[in-house]
């Protein structure tokens, strides 16, 4: 399964992954997931289509200490046959966003069956712990910081008190962000799993809620088709949701 997880501008080729069709919890045992968009600009459009992500974004200064975090509750899904996934996540694009380090929990369906495991990336070198069993209500915390001194991304389940956590080498930040992102099986990025809405909160940019940050709005698109829609900010600025509208 080769793993490209797209942004606007930009192409990033993550990676190979496998699809294990017979074990769900060996569902893309070696894949990558959890890429953001780039080219977020304060003043964009209200919301800006992509491809493979919908939520919300912000340009840090080069180089800059840059951590994002959120919180949410994984959604129950409704699965049918056919494979799907995207990736909840919280990460910072790195090196001109040619690669990102971000914290994630792969959210898809498999054989009719949900799948959910908890994945950390660091420049683009991910580990999928694909044998933790997630479970649809189990609130999650996710967070990324990247400094040029280095990088720790955590996904914590505040339900059961599991939580993974890497460190590694420094980066260049460039962006951060908080979202839906894809997942992709030779080269073609799954559909989204229905999952009615999933909502975002404890969202933080360097600290500070998220519209602090001045982020673009982001929804995912298939074509002519909105996949999943990304609600307003609130009033304090750090909780958003997401709304699957189509396959």
């Known amino acids: 399964m080769l793993a490209r997880f797209r942004m606007p501008a930009i192409a990033i080729t993550a990676g190979v992954a496998v699809l294990g069709l017979a074990v769900p919890a060996q569902a893309a045992a070696t894949g990558h997931g959890g890429g953001g968009p780039a080219g977020a600009h304060a003043g ?57 380090s971000a914290a994630f929990v792969f959210t898809g369906c498999q054989g009719g069956k949900a799948v959910y495991f908890p994945a950390l990336v660091i420049s683009g070198n991910e580990v999928n712990y694909t044998t933790t069993a997630f479970h649809a209500g189990n609130v999650i915390k996710v967070a990324t910081k990247v400094t040029t001194a280095g990088t720790t991304v955590s996904v ?45 909160t404890n969202c933080s940019v360097d600290g500070h809620p998220l519209a602090a940050s001045h982020p673009a709005k982001y929804q995912r698109v298939n074509g002519s088709t909105v996949q999943i829609t990304t609600g307003a900010l609130s009033s304090t600025g750090t909780s958003f949701p997401t709304h699957f509208k189509h396959s």
């Open 44 to 100: 964009t459009a209200s919301v800006i289509n992509n491809t493979v992500f919908a939520g919300y974004q912000a340009t840090v200064a080069a180089g800059s200490a840059t951590s994002s975090a959120a919180q949410y509750r994984l959604p129950a899904l409704s699965c049918t046959s056919a494979n799907r996934g995207i990736t909840p996540v919280a990460g910072v694009g790195v090196n001109g966003n040619t690669t990102f």
């Open 156 to 200: 914590t389940d505040a339900t059961t008190k599991v939580t993974k956590k890497r460190t590694g080498a420094g980066a260049s930040s460039s962006t951060a962000y908080v979202g839906d992102s894809d997942w992709a099986v030779n080269g073609t990025i799954l559909g989204v799993p229905s999952f009615g809405t999933l909502s975002f």
